[in-house]
Structures are given as structure tokens and as C-alpha cells.
């Protein structure tokens, strides 16, 4: 079965891509979370063609995929699971864990490092939230991303086997937790204590800037636990959620042409750690005028 699945990956591949497309689709239309806007149709044409343009970028910019460079890794005896030889089970647990750290941790660099949220906000400026919006991204955030996820293999030694089912994960992951999907509460309760699920993701991409920095995991969720990252219900509730960046709300910004070009648009903050620093020290300017005010008040009542 191994063997099928790293001869036979890119087939593989294909067939989970457009399998989890159809059933998150038809389970959108089922139980829906929200009532679809009246951009969907625009939206799922340019988040998909985005998506398309991804692919072709990295097909050229990477041709040994995450697959092909494992099994090089192998041959050449890179990586520390290939250095000590450790026991097959551990090597796989290892990949799972440390590629879904890895993209927790390229998820912080995204949102904490200006240049690298310019990139990234073409998939928060979505005004919407469906399975779509897990494929839009900008082709410049796709080099980051793979380059980050390349690394982390050749410095693990992951086993090439594994490394192919955990790209097939994530691929449904990454679907399942962009989804406009309506869950049973306590199913869904359950669930959030291993892995991500649409609720807990949904809060990411809250239009509020405390919660678009929140819930950064990408298959366990124990990350935003750990690492203090984690928010358990957005303010206003699913229902009032609103998505998206203030500085990109009109319709053009759903279309491709304007999703490009986003990283290169001036106006907005420089990155939501940014923004979040500058309310604070505008909060704090104004706790301190607020007090002078006062001393002054004081002193002139004390005269």
C-alpha cells in the first residue's frame, strides 16, 4: 500500500483533492454554518483560480515536491531520523508532529513578520469564509511556505511514506477547517481537544484583530494551547461574525488581478502584531492624558 502511495502519489493526490472538494461542498450546502453572501460564485471562480496559478508557480519553482525531496533526504542519508536510524513508528509519529509544528510555526512568521503578512493577507482579505478561502493564497506566500516545509524534512529525515500521507492530511485538513459546515456542539467540543475544526478556525479569520491572531494551528490544535495562541469563542458570536481586513472590504478585492497585488498596496498595518501594538500604545497615550488631565484637575481644585 506504501509502495502504491509514492508511486502513485500525484494520482493520489488528485483524487483527495477533488473527493474533498465534492463532499465539503455538499456538506456546505447540507449544514451550513452561514448563509452564503452574495459574492460566492465571484469568489469561488478567483479563490480557485488563485489556487490554479499556486500550483503552477510552485510546479516550477519546486520540481522535486515535499515527496520527491523526502525520498532524495533518504538516499543521500540527510536528516536526523536517517542519521540515527530510529525505529519506523517513531519516524512516522515524528513527521506528523514536526510538519504540523513547522506550519505552526511558518503560520506565526506570516502573521508577526511585515513582510511576510503582506503575503499572507491576499488569504485574509476574504470577506467570506468557505472551503475556498483554504486556497487562496498568493503564489509569493506558496514559496515561503514549501521552502519552510522542505527544510523541515531534509532536517528531520522524514520517511518519505510518511511524508506523502501527511500531505494528503493536511490537504483535507486544511478543506475540513476552512469549511462553512454547522458541527453538534459537544462533537465538535470533542474534536477541538486533538484537532482543529471549522469553528475553532473560523475564529482566525475574524475581521477583529485580537482573534485573526488567534487559533494559528493547522491539524492539532494543541499548539495555540501551548503556545498561548489559542481563543475559544469570537465575541460576537459565530452568528455576527464578520470576516475579512478592513483595508480590502470592496468587491474588487475578490477578483484575481487584485489578489496579486495586494502584498504591494500600501494602507494597511504593516502586520496585525503591528496594529495591535500601535492600539495599545494609542490606548496608553490616552490613559496618560486621561491621568495628567486629572493631576491638573486636582491641582488646580487644590488651590
Known sequence: MLEGLLTRSSEVYAYVYFGSVIVV??????????RPGDLTGLRWINNIAISILDTLVLRAAFPLAAIGWAVLCQQRGWGLLNVIGAPLAVSWVLTFVVL?????IQHVMLHRIPILWRLHRTHHSDAEYDFTTGVRFHPIEGLFSTSMLLAAIL???APPAAVALSQIVFLISGFLDHANVRLPRRFEQAVRTIFVT???HRIHHSIVMREGQSNLSNL????DRLFGTYVDEPAS???DLQFGLKEFRGRKHTTLPWMLVQPFMSGAPASPAAATAAAGARA??????ADAAAAVGT???GR
Do not use: C, N
Open 25 to 34: 461542498a455538499l456538506a456546505e450546502a447540507a449544514v451550513p454554518r452561514r
Open 100 to 104: 504540523d509544528l513547522t506550519y505552526y
Open 155 to 157: 532536517v528531520l529525515g
Open 198 to 200: 471549522p469553528d475553532m
Open 220 to 223: 492539532f490544535s494543541w499548539w
Open 237 to 239: 458570536g459565530h452568528a
Open 284 to 289: 496608553h497615550d490616552a490613559t496618560a492624558a
Open 299 to 301: 491641582s488646580i481644585g
